[in-house]
């Protein structure tokens, strides 16, 4: 039988050299975004999901990374990550009750806090130098 998936659509939110991640209350790192809804484009999704998640409008910019993640008792998950600047403040979040903290990040520390493989490949493309 073949194995279902969902489509989560996130995004990378730089602020100059930091990237915003969001806390899950278990300790793991998220990036902003999550499930696409039926009839909605990626881009649709991910500012009503970020919306929904910290409480500010994103511009979306171009997609920087997929990938797919199997889960043992769940759907597994595609990934999409789409690239985004912040221009908004930090004390303007408004987190949902999804997550207990949002914070910025370097690349470098990111790579170390345990958060999904393909979340840390998004930030790393973010980041690479041309």
């Known amino acids: 039988m ?3 998936y969902y489509i989560s659509i996130k995004a990378v939110i730089r602020d100059g050299g ?6 899950k209350p278990d300790g793991r790192w998220d990036l902003p975004g999550g499930r696409m809804e039926p009839e909605e484009t990626p881009q649709e999704s991910l500012i009503r999901e ?3 998640e910290i409480g500010v409008m994103i511009a979306v910019g171009g997609l920087i990374n997929c990938g797919a993640r199997a889960r043992p008792k769940d759907p597994g ?6 690239l985004s600047e912040m221009d908004f403040a930090l004390k303007d979040i408004r987190l949902s009750r999804e997550h207990v903290k949002a914070k910025l990040f370097t690349p470098k520390e990111a790579k170390d806090l345990k958060m999904e493989k393909v979340y840390k490949q998004a930030i790393a493309r973010a980041f690479k130098k041309p």
């Open 2 to 4: 073949a194995k279902r």
């Open 77 to 82: 998950v595609f990934v999409a990550v789409y």
């Open 18 to 23: 930091k990237v915003l991640l969001v806390q």
């Open 50 to 52: 970020t919306f929904e």
